[in-house]
């Protein structure tokens, strides 16, 4: 019998939020040889300067398709209204719905605070339903999960209550042009709705190939931006090469799922060192 291929789920309240935060670790994960799948919990039709509604959602759903391409990923965007997701029981059970269908090793998903209140819901019902995937009475037409999948949480620089945990880091040097592949299929994000969002809009290039170009630079930026503030624990982990590195995810562990083991490390992310 084979072992099956790691499973990686990125369940994001957006459907950009994936790759902002995991891009490189998800395309590290594809390229050693584990599936990957991206959820949207909503629809992402509230992203956007100018457009809104059913043809923001549609809009989305093709670059999201277009993003997960890059690395050959799966993704689903789940029909909630961008803006108005609860942590309700109806979305407990989808999340808990799809961890039983994927049977994920490792999820990662927003932290429990957050700026968004999309994210926050969404945090709170994966924490929730990472126990009861184990509890056989709950959604019963679905095979129960015995062990609850390794959680982790996207980066994200707020400090209150906690500063994120660096407890997992990932060089993602090599695969920088994937991350910057898959951020410039959400155009509509990266080119229109972020840059309006941090009054920055007239500094994207008209041009196809100079806004890629600037969409790097300003990755690059952002990556070592992350970097910087989490130095002590890139030196901790890589020694002295990791004085000078820039291209780094950091993720925290969830106490609410499995532990990240030294053997779970070694077979689900032989490519984090
Ligand atoms: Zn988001």
């Given at each position: 019998?084979?072992?099956p291929?790691?499973?990686?789920l990125?369940l994001?309240?957006?459907?950009?939020?994936?790759?902002?935060?995991?891009?490189?670790l998800?395309?590290?994960?594809?390229?050693?040889?584990?599936?990957?799948r991206f959820?949207?919990?909503?629809?992402g039709?509230?992203g956007?300067p100018?457009e809104?509604?059913?043809?923001?959602?549609?809009?989305?759903?093709?670059?999201a398709?277009?993003?997960a391409s890059?690395?050959?990923?799966?993704?689903?965007?789940?029909?909630?209204?961008?803006?108005?997701?609860?942590?309700?029981?109806a979305?407990?059970?989808q999340?808990?719905?799809e961890?039983?269908r994927?049977?994920?090793?490792?999820?990662l998903?927003?932290r429990?605070?957050?700026?968004?209140?999309?994210h926050?819901?969404?945090a709170?019902?994966?924490?929730?339903?990472a126990?009861?995937?184990?509890?056989?009475?709950?959604?019963?037409?679905l095979p129960?999960?015995?062990?609850?999948?390794?959680?982790?949480?996207?980066?994200d620089?707020?400090?209150?209550?906690?500063?994120?945990?660096?407890?997992l880091l990932?060089?993602?040097?090599?695969?920088?042009?994937?991350?910057?592949?898959?951020?410039?299929?959400?155009?509509?994000?990266?080119?229109?709705?972020?840059?309006?969002?941090?009054?920055?809009?007239?500094?994207?290039?008209r041009d196809?190939d100079?806004?890629?170009?600037?969409?790097r630079?300003q990755?690059?930026?952002?990556?070592?931006?992350?970097?910087?503030?989490?130095?002590e624990?890139?030196?901790a982990n890589?020694?002295?090469?990791?004085?000078?590195?820039?291209?780094?995810e950091?993720?925290?562990?969830?106490e609410?799922?499995?532990?990240l083991?030294t053997?779970?490390c070694?077979?689900?992310l032989?490519?984090?060192?």
């Amino acid at each position: 019998m084979t072992t099956p291929a790691p499973r990686l789920l990125v369940l994001g309240a957006h459907p950009d939020d994936a790759e902002y935060r995991a891009a490189g670790l998800a395309s590290l994960w594809s390229r050693a040889g584990g599936d990957v799948r991206f959820v949207s919990a909503t629809n992402g039709d509230a992203g956007h300067p100018t457009e809104f509604g059913a043809a923001l959602a549609a809009r989305r759903a093709t670059e999201a398709a277009a993003s997960a391409s890059v690395i050959g990923a799966e993704h689903a965007i789940w029909d909630h209204a961008d803006g108005f997701l609860v942590p309700d029981l109806a979305l407990r059970e989808q999340v808990l719905a799809e961890l039983r269908r994927w049977r994920p090793d490792l999820v990662l998903t927003h932290r429990l605070d957050d700026y968004h209140p999309d994210h926050r819901a969404l945090a709170h019902a994966v924490r929730d339903a990472a126990y009861l995937v184990t509890v056989p009475a709950l959604l019963p037409e679905l095979p129960v999960q015995r062990r609850p999948p390794v959680v982790a949480y996207l980066a994200d620089e707020f400090e209150r209550p906690a500063p994120l945990r660096a407890d997992l880091l990932v060089d993602v040097s090599e695969v920088f042009d994937d991350i910057v592949a898959m951020l410039d299929a959400h155009a509509s994000q990266f080119y229109q709705w972020l840059p309006f969002n941090q009054c920055i809009e007239d500094q994207v290039p008209r041009d196809a190939d100079a806004r890629r170009d600037w969409l790097r630079a300003q990755t690059l930026e952002r990556y070592a931006a992350l970097a910087d503030r989490h130095r002590e624990d890139i030196v901790a982990n890589f020694g002295v090469d990791g004085i000078e590195m820039q291209r780094v995810e950091v993720f925290e562990i969830s106490e609410y799922g499995a532990p990240l083991t030294t053997e779970a490390c070694a077979r689900l992310l032989p490519f984090a060192g």
